[in-house]
């Protein structure tokens, strides 16, 4: 593989471990073009590229409930997930779902390396299935590709170049109002986009910003968001260990690598060289430009692009596929990879202790919530007859539908009752009411402050809230001596 | 494997430390752009903020905002000291309609469904506020006064900051749609 094996044009350097392919010497951006690639890896990821984009586009659109199937409504400090609605003060479950997120991505990836990066990180799913897609449409393979890039401006070119950046503008125009439409919802997203910007400016100025981002990360940005920006991928190596599944290439197998012999391309007996035949199609296909056969590289992806390339030369020259393929460092080398290892263990356990708390967190969400808060003025008011507490109930309803909700007193002392609440509360759906609860006891049943519950009930028991609330007042032996002095009998 | 060959353009530095070397690899020009272009956002947002002005700063922004809602709210307001303004509200069925949802849903625990209060029910909380007896005045702006300041001793709480001007003038047109303007008015002492 030395230099002068084949003349090489500027744009193709080859891989070293050294330096980063996609970054010249002077510093510039060495644009690549990735040869095209077939096989099983690459139609499973096109398939799922495609569900998950569909999913993404169809989110919002979905009802459930009255309300989009997910729908972080800020303005109205509502999110709606799948039917489930959270409210404002719920958003604390937000660490679980975030952490949660981060323990899973700790376990798969110990158990399975890059898998998120090269088929599900939207980064990958946007690049390969549609940003890459219309440059291949547009401008042809890798070979064309190239070919146009060195060509002098021509009406041919530059027609060429002005049709592929509009679908590329378009494409991200449109990803990023779907991002809007979660947060304020497919109808107001369409009656913004028909207003006048000033109307919506901040928006407006988002959409074209965050269009304008994505423009430039998949025009021209493309793997260095992976190789410089993610910190996933930095983080990979924390990660993993040689038990993990990674990409590689078998050295063991293909080395020494060299020409097939003229004679048959089945290794004889006593044959020195291996299996690798050194065709660099699994270079010339790599989305980050790297060379495989270097070992575990920062900037693999695991997009499994080389295992295909790979596949189809063993195919093609009768030996057995898999010299580039999914397995673990141990593997490649020879050895058996271990899925039950303290590092899965502990990953695991944390998992599961992150979901079971992540469950109780969300069990603990329920459609109604309330607050008793005293009113304003004094704690409690000691009148001719009777000593007073006054509150205000705040009832909050967080479900699409009207609930209504009886309020009770209970556990109190003998001689109280309270005003307020003598029928169910309507709360409308999304909204809350406040309302007063006026304790009175009488004097001469007073024995002092004492603590009683509230209770919320609605939906024939489904909704079941209680609260613990302090009946303030004064000393009993004070309210005694004043009704001594005052000759009031007790 | 044998390792693959350094290409001729990567430079290591001269210094060693526990046999690590160091290579003296050019940074991408994107990523020094980005530090340059972070340079002279300094420098400008530093000329426009602090050493010309340009732009006011956080506080007077909150101010101006305040004054802005200030304003809004006066030019909203209502003449709470009008007793013509509020005898015309009590006519109105816009205002006693909305003002009656309001007493309905907080007013009642204490002054009763009817608004007679003690008159009606010598246990409850609240005094009558159907008769021509009023403990702290009886002309629509000292019942205003009462409903928005509250009698924080006797346990009537300030609704104002509770409800807005706006309710808390709702219910008191409410109230005096069960009296009619130049009634004869008795003020108790209060006790």
Redesign the interface.
């Known amino acids: 593989?030395?230099p002068s094996q084949k003349p090489r044009s500027s744009s193709r350097?080859?891989?070293?471990?050294?330096?980063?392919t996609t970054?010249n010497?002077?510093?510039?951006?060495r644009a690549l073009h990735p040869a095209d690639v077939h096989g099983r890896f690459t139609s499973w990821r096109r398939y799922s590229a495609y569900g998950l984009i569909g999913v993404y586009l169809l989110l919002p659109w979905i009802p459930i409930d009255g309300y989009p199937a997910v729908f972080l409504d800020v303005a109205g400090s509502r999110f709606h997930f799948f039917g489930f609605t959270l409210a404002a003060q719920d958003v604390w479950l937000l660490f679980f779902g975030v952490s949660g997120l981060g323990f899973a991505l700790f376990f798969l990836t110990a158990l399975f390396g890059r898998l998120w990066c090269g088929w599900a990180c939207p980064q990958t799913v946007f690049l390969d299935h549609v940003y890459r897609r219309i440059e291949r449409w547009i401008d042809g393979d890798a070979p064309s590709r190239r070919l146009l890039t060195a060509a002098p401006l021509s009406a041919g070119k530059i027609s060429r170049r002005i049709a592929k950046h509009a679908l590329y503008i378009l494409a991200s125009l449109l990803i990023t109002h779907l991002f809007l439409a979660y947060f304020v919802s497919i109808p107001q997203l369409w009656s913004y986009v028909r207003e006048a910007p000033r109307e919506h400016w901040a928006s407006f100025l988002f959409v074209f910003v965050a269009a304008g981002v994505l423009y430039f990360n998949f025009a021209w940005?493309r793997e260095?968001l992976c190789i410089?920006i993610c910190p996933y991928g930095r983080l990979q190596s924390a990660l993993t260990d040689d038990h993990s599944l990674v990409i590689g290439y078998d050295?063991t197998r293909g080395?020494p690598r060299g020409k097939i012999q003229q004679a048959s391309s089945l290794p004889q007996a006593g044959d020195k060289t291996g299996d690798c035949v050194d065709c660099n199609r699994c270079v010339q296909v790599c989305p980050t430009g790297i060379?495989i056969?270097?070992?575990l590289q920062l900037e693999c992806i695991g997009c499994a692009a080389c295992i295909d390339a790979c596949d189809e030369i063993m195919a093609k020259v009768k030996r057995p596929p898999g010299l580039v393929r999914y397995d673990s460092l141990a593997g490649l080398d020879g050895g058996v990879t271990r899925w039950l290892r303290a590092r899965t263990v502990v990953y695991g356990i944390l998992l599961l202790v992150g979901a079971a708390a992540a469950t109780f967190a969300f069990s603990t969400v329920k459609p109604a919530s309330f607050t008793v808060l005293r009113?304003?003025?004094?704690a409690y008011?000691v009148g001719a007859?009777e000593v007073?507490n006054?509150f205000?109930v705040r009832l909050v309803n967080k479900r699409t539908a009207p609930v209504g909700l009886t309020v009770t007193a209970q556990g109190l002392p003998a001689g109280v009752?309270h005003?307020?609440f003598d029928a169910p509360v309507v709360v409308a759906p999304l909204a809350e009411?406040?309302?007063?609860?006026?304790l009175?006891i009488d004097r001469r049943d007073y024995r002092g402050p004492f603590r009683f519950t509230v209770k919320v009930e609605g939906r024939e028991g489904k909704i079941a809230l209680k609260r613990e609330v302090e009946f303030m007042g004064p000393d009993a032996r004070l309210l005694e001596e004043d009704d001594h002095e005052k000759g009031i009998k007790r | 494997?044998?390792p693959?060959?350094?290409?001729p353009?990567?430079k290591l530095r001269d210094h060693v430390y526990d046999g690590i070397r160091e290579?003296d690899?050019?940074?991408?020009?994107?990523?020094?752009n980005t530090l340059y272009g972070a340079i002279i956002f300094w420098i400008v947002y530093w000329f426009v903020h602090v050493i010309a002005g340009m732009v006011p700063g956080d506080g007077s922004q909150v101010d101006a905002a305040m004054r802005r809602i200030a304003a809004i709210k006066m030019a909203n307001s209502i003449d709470v000291t009008d007793d013509a303004k509020f005898w015309a509200m009590s006519r109105n069925a816009v205002f006693t309609d909305s003002g009656r949802q309001t007493y309905d849903?907080?007013c009642?625990?204490?002054h009763l469904p009817s608004l007679k209060g003690k008159g009606e029910n010598p246990?409850?909380?609240g005094p009558n506020l159907i008769d021509n007896a009023w403990i702290y005045g009886g002309t629509p702006r000292e019942v205003y006064h009462t409903v928005s300041q509250?009698v924080?001793?006797?346990?009537?709480?300030?609704w104002e900051?509770?409800l807005g001007q706006k309710k808390t003038a709702e219910v008191v047109a409410y109230i005096l749609a069960h009296h009619t303007e130049g009634e004869p008015v008795t003020v108790e002492i209060s006790k």
Request: charged content about 20%.
């Open positions: 593989m030395s350097r080859s891989p070293s471990i050294d330096s980063v970054i010497a002077d510093g510039s951006h940005f260095q410089v050295a080395e060379d056969r270097h070992g009113m304003s003025g004094a008011f007859d007073r006054q205000l009752r005003t307020g009411t406040v309302s007063p609860l006026v009175l | 494997m044998k693959p060959a350094r290409p353009e990567i290579f690899q050019r940074l991408p020009n994107w990523w020094l849903s907080l009642v625990a204490c246990t409850a909380v509250g924080l001793a006797k346990g009537m709480p300030a900051p509770v």
